[in-house]
């Protein structure tokens, strides 16, 4: 036989993988495939699926400002003026005033000195933990950071490593063992599947003890957490000892894209070196417009944070009464513990029928026995909606024997 004969034979199709992944299809055929669940239409709090309308708390929407009359109105008047995209990245032809309009909007609100717009949070992260964790250097994360996060780290020449969730302890453990070289501690302001808020105070004060940076994913934080909506580190009135900030526009602000902001000198550094930011187009004009009218509206109408934390206290504590596990949860993201797939995915499907659209979460997001129900409440659920949510919740969670 023939030596290149013998390669061929022995060579391994890379499709061959697909072919083994049988798991959705299983739970396509029994009725209980949870995703990719085609909207139809929507009014922020519902959604129409297949003809069905659905009381939607699994979406990111806190303020409730997909379908504001003056978001929508400046989203048309800037696709009216600037077109529907800008056919290039931002380091060429792709930079608009308003993307340097949002971006000293945004310095100001994170308490930063400058920001720089990228076309999603996803590249965000990837470009800004690239371009700054080099050989030589780490990146210490809190063990239930964002995939986004990780990724940056796992595209980086630098080290990662991984400390317990919000375990301070750990985190000095590791500061002490990598003393004298370049750290960036990394950690989410709002943990997206926990609903906890990272213990930012204890994060500055070791970063400043042993000479680290701090960069802080606030994409479920701002426009959520501190007096102005300006994230974590507003929250806890640390924003002059953080240095960098991550912001996406996909939750509060109703968009798509992401931003960084933090001093000037990063962020020029990181206009130059940002492989995400000068290899990709720009985010598209009537979305940087949607965003800056969010702002707008968030900045005139304090009053939807009051009404996102007032709803978010109300869902949380009626699902307490009943008796369901929501873990750490202290804001507007519920988990409801469901142990595990097979309970969740029939738990998802009968609230689904019940007319309540959440998102479940299983492996390798949580331990095989820790799965869950994500919940989330938005600043315009009104209190008949979430009486509705919870009913469905007890109906099924009794049927099922979660709760009693």
């Known amino acids: 036989m023939a030596a290149t004969e013998q390669a061929v034979r022995k060579t391994v199709d890379i499709f061959e993988k697909c072919g083994r992944f049988t798991a959705a299809q299983e739970m396509i055929d029994r009725g209980l495939y949870p995703y ?52 290039g990245s931002r380091f060429l032809n792709g930079t608009l005033d308003l993307h340097e309009e949002l971006e000293h909007r945004l310095a100001r609100l994170m308490g930063q000195k400058a920001a720089l717009v990228f076309s999603t949070g996803y590249q965000t992260n990837l470009g800004v933990i690239s371009t700054l964790v080099t050989r030589g250097t780490v990146a210490l994360h809190d063990r239930l950071n964002h995939a986004s996060l990780v990724d940056g780290s796992l595209l980086a020449n630098g080290e990662m490593i991984r400390y317990p969730h919000a375990d301070m302890g750990a985190l000095r453990r590791l500061l002490e063992a990598h ?81 960084i902001a933090g001093p000037e000198e990063v962020i020029h550094y990181l206009k130059h070196h940002a492989r995400t930011l000068i290899f990709s187009a720009s985010m598209p004009p009537s979305a940087v417009a949607t965003v800056l009218a969010c702002l707008d509206v968030m900045e005139r109408e304090p009053e939807r944070r009051t009404h996102l934390w007032d709803n978010a206290a109300y869902l949380r504590n009626g699902l307490q009464s009943l008796g369901f596990d929501t873990a750490e949860s202290e804001t507007p993201i519920i988990p409801v ?68």
């Open 179 to 259: 003393a004298g070289k370049g750290v960036l501690i990394v950690t989410d302001g709002i943990f997206s599947m926990e609903g906890d808020i990272a213990p930012l105070p204890e994060v500055v004060a070791l970063a400043e003890e042993f000479g680290a940076r701090i960069l802080v994913d606030d994409a479920h934080s701002v426009g959520v957490l501190g007096a102005q909506g300006g994230g974590t580190a507003q929250h806890f009135g640390v924003e002059d000892r953080v240095d960098l900030t991550m912001a996406t526009f996909s939750k509060s602000f109703a968009s798509i894209g992401g931003a």
């Open 36 to 87: 990719f669940q085609p909207i139809e239409s929507s009014e922020d709090t519902e959604v129409v699926i297949r003809g069905e309308r659905k009381i939607m708390v699994g979406s990111n929407n806190y303020l409730g400002l997909t379908h504001h009359p003056e978001v929508l109105e400046r989203a048309k008047e800037a696709l009216y003026r600037y077109g529907t995209g800008c056919t």
């Open 337 to 404: 513990s469901t142990g595990h797939m097979e309970h969740t995915f029939v738990f998802w499907k009968a609230l689904f029928d019940a007319g309540v659209f959440t998102n479940p979460v299983l492996p390798p997001a949580v331990p095989e026995s820790a799965c869950r129900l994500r919940t989330s409440v938005m600043a315009t659920h009104t209190r008949d909606q979430l009486d509705q949510v919870l009913d469905a919740f007890a109906a099924v969670g009794r049927r099922l024997g979660i709760i009693s």
